[in-house]
C-alpha cells in the first residue's frame, strides 16, 4: 500500500512540473506578443494540449481567435437588426459584417493550412498563412471606421471587435514566431 501511495505521490508531482513548464511556456511565449495578458489568459487554460510546442501554441490560439471572430460576427449580425440606426450607420454596419465575414474566412484558411499534414514549401504556406492572418486583422481594423466617431453604434462595434483585433494580433506574433523557428 505505501508503494502505492509513494507511486501516486510521484506521478502527481511529475504531472504538476509538467503543467508548470507548459504553462511557463504559454507565459514566454506570451510576453512577446502585443497583449501578453490576453495571449495568457486565453492559452493557458489549453497548456497541457499545448505543452512545450510552438506550432501547437500558434494554431491554438489561432483556433482561440477564430472561435472568437465567430461569435463576435454573429453577434454583430444581431445588433444589425437594432432599429434605429440610421442610413450610414446601416451601410457601415453592412460593410462591418462582410469584413467581420472575411476575417472568419482568412482564420478559417490559416487554421486548415496549419492543421494539414505536410506540404511541399512550407515557407511558402507560412507566408500564406502570415499574409491571411495579417488581412484578417486589417478587416476587424477597418470594421469600425465607417461610423461617425460620436456615434453610440461605433463604441458598441468598437467594444465587439477590439478584442478579436487584439486576439488576431496575438496569433500573428505567434505564427511569425513560429515561422521564423522553421526556417
Request: one cysteine or more; charged letters at 20%.
Amino acid at each position: 500500500m505505501f508503494i502505492i501511495l509513494l507511486f501516486l505521490a510521484s506521478s502527481i508531482n511529475l504531472i504538476t512540473a509538467f503543467e508548470k513548464t507548459n504553462v511557463e511556456f504559454i507565459r514566454k511565449s506570451c510576453s512577446l506578443t502585443t497583449y501578453p495578458t490576453l495571449c495568457f489568459n486565453s492559452l493557458s487554460t489549453r497548456a497541457a494540449a499545448i505543452q512545450t510546442s510552438p506550432k501547437l501554441l500558434a494554431q491554438t490560439s489561432l483556433s482561440v481567435t477564430l472561435d472568437t471572430t465567430r461569435t463576435t460576427s454573429a453577434s454583430m449580425v444581431q445588433l444589425s437588426k437594432v432599429h434605429g440606426m440610421n442610413p450610414l450607420e446601416v451601410a457601415a454596419m453592412k460593410d462591418c459584417m462582410e469584413l467581420l465575414s472575411d476575417s472568419v474566412y482568412e482564420l478559417q484558411k490559416s487554421l486548415d493550412e496549419m492543421t494539414r499534414p505536410g506540404s511541399k514549401d512550407s515557407q511558402l504556406v507560412m507566408n500564406d498563412i502570415q499574409t491571411w492572418v495579417s488581412s484578417a486583422l486589417t478587416d476587424e481594423d477597418t470594421c469600425a471606421e465607417g461610423f461617425k466617431s460620436d456615434s453610440k453604434v461605433k463604441s458598441v462595434v468598437r467594444g465587439k471587435i477590439v478584442n478579436v483585433a487584439h486576439l488576431t494580433s496575438n496569433s500573428l506574433a505567434l505564427i511569425n514566431s513560429y515561422a521564423s523557428l522553421s526556417k
